[in-house]
């Protein structure tokens, strides 16, 4: 910073900012919505497989099925969470309200634990949790 | 606008024109499809997961359903047209050179429509076969 000979204030960097939660969130928001980006193709190309037949279906489900599968279809699983909950917040924002930084910085921590217990719900519903499976979907299919 | 000062750089009122980025229109489509998608969002995901629990056969089943089929179709096609919105705000936040920008910002737009015909395409090929 010694270089810096401007007196003028400083516009305050990512740097030299104290790390909020509420940024934290804001950052997440993208980084999931980015993240969903990748997840939405992943959709469409099992779609895909399903209508092009069990040639292009099987390989997929094989991926998709295996441990580094199942753990990046969690990571999504919990990107949406996130992005759903946190888009609900931005709506409300949108409206004016919920700007009292106290109430915000709450709610962000709120979001970011729900939003885990969201995924976690959904995949221990859906029997997705080997040897969990409370609806007994497991052969309901 | 006598007695207010304008804020507008003399480029600015030479050209006489707005922003050309439709920021509004942008805001409120951004928003209308993201009330969407809090609802099909949440039904695609606990149907979806359902569906590929029973193999091959419970996926073209599923698919098969009209209900889910038309379903699909809008939770696909409206999280599409979300991504691409929210990916060209990315876009323009981060990447300031002028010819990158604007070939990832049609890039954004052929993967987007190039995803939703894929999507279509499956949906009704295994809709209207059932």
Redesign the interface.
Known sequence: MSSWTDKRPMSPHVSIWKWHITMAGSILHRATGCANYVGAAVIVAWLFATAAGPDYYEPLSAVTGSIWGQLILFGFTLSVCYHLLSGLRHLFWDAGKGFNPKFASTMGAIILVSSLALAVAIWLLAGLVPGVDPLHMTGAA | MAGKESIRTPLGKVRGLGSAKHGAGHFITQ?VS??A??FL??WF??S?????????D???VW?ADPINAVL?LLA?GT??YH?RL??QV?IEDYIAKHGTRNLLLILNTF?CIA?FA??A???L??AIAA
């Open positions: 928003r993201a009330i998608l809090l969002v949440p995901l606990i979806l997961i359902g569906a590929v629990r029973g193999g091959y419970g996926a073209l698919v699909t696909v999280a599409l991504m929210g990916m990315v993967i995803l894929t999507a395409y499956a949906v090929k295994i």
